[in-house]
Nanobody, 114 residues
Framework: QVQLAESGGGLVQAGGSLRLSCAASGTSYSIRVMGWYRQAPGKQRELVATISNSGSTNYADSVKGRFTISRDNAKNTVFLQMNSLEPEDTATYYC????????WGQGTQVTVSS
């Protein structure tokens, strides 16, 4: 089992920045991919960004150029630096890890005011 603990959400004005962190614990060796999804009220959960253990990244078009995902493999931690935040980025952000199966964090709320 893998446990994921997120931190870093909050309330920010449009144009501001936040940094999310997610630390994996438990049977966290050989995690292949880590990343972030988000879900806004009334909408489906959607990909934000992922990063493999080799450093390959993937971003949603809506966040390219504004968000940066990074990973510390030694600490099994993934980060999401979010700049130029927009009200449309308001959502619950979920950490994701893929090992043999997928694991999800509890979610952290990000609210961007206009």
């Amino acid at each position: 089992q893998v446990q994921l603990a997120e931190s870093g959400g909050g309330l920010v004005q449009a144009g501001g920045s936040l940094r999310l962190s997610c630390a994996a614990s438990g049977t966290s060796y050989s995690i292949r991919v880590m990343g972030w999804y988000r879900q806004a009220p009334g909408k489906q959960r959607e990909l934000v960004a992922t990063i493999s253990n080799s450093g390959s990244t993937n971003y949603a078009d809506s966040v390219k150029g504004r968000f940066t995902i990074s990973r510390d493999n030694a600490k099994n931690t993934v980060f999401l630096q979010m700049n130029s935040l927009e009200p449309e980025d308001t959502a619950t952000y979920y950490c994701y890890a893929l090992r043999v199966t997928t694991y999800w964090g509890q979610g952290t709320q990000v609210t961007v005011s206009s």
